[in-house]
């Protein structure tokens, strides 16, 4: 009984090994490059992205300003410099605000609603405003755009700001 486990595991070890009958195809192994955005989901996902990137585009070139675009997206310009320490993560900062639509439909203000208070990279913030934190500092005042897929997504916030909008921001940054 041993001998004949010990065969059929050679035979099939043995088959295993044999080089199969060329098929006639050469297999080509896709670079990141190269590789294609493969669903029709994918694909209009991305269209939506690059729509959504021209028209942060032509805001900012319809009031003139000088933003610095990051790579994720997230546009920000520093209008007044604080004196400030470098914010870091884990810090808890109040920011005073009024936000809008790229349509300049206004949306939320800290005058109205109070100021926006969280621990950069650990709360629940828009991950945009959590983003922004990351290149500025104490007593910066700064204009923000945040496009929706850092901001709100595909839902909204379910008031006010509906699915794909990307929000303007003008803020300053102070300590909690």
């Known amino acids: 009984m041993r001998i004949i486990g010990v065969i059929l595991s050679l035979l099939l070890f043995g088959y295993s090994c044999k080089e199969s009958a060329p098929s006639g195809e050469i297999a080509k192994v896709e670079s990141k490059e190269e590789k294609q955005i493969s669903t029709p989901l994918e694909r209009g996902n991305q269209k939506m992205i690059l729509l959504e990137a021209e028209e942060i ?38 920011l005073e605000y009024q936000s809008m639509l790229l349509s300049g439909d206004s949306l939320y203000s800290s005058k109205q609603d109070g100021p926006i208070i969280f621990k950069v990279n650990k709360s629940d913030a828009i991950a945009g405003l959590h983003e922004a934190m990351t290149y500025l500092r104490y007593g910066d005042q700064v204009r923000l755009i945040i496009p929706s897929y850092l901001a709100y997504g595909i839902a909204g916030d379910g008031y006010k700001v509906m699915g794909q909008q990307s929000i303007v921001y003008f803020v300053t940054v102070n300590k909690k």
């Open 57 to 94: 585009e032509f805001f900012i070139q319809r009031y003139g300003w000088e933003m610095i675009k990051t790579g994720t997206g997230l546009r920000y310009q520093v209008t007044k410099k604080g004196s400030g320490a470098t914010i870091q993560e884990g810090d808890e900062v109040s």
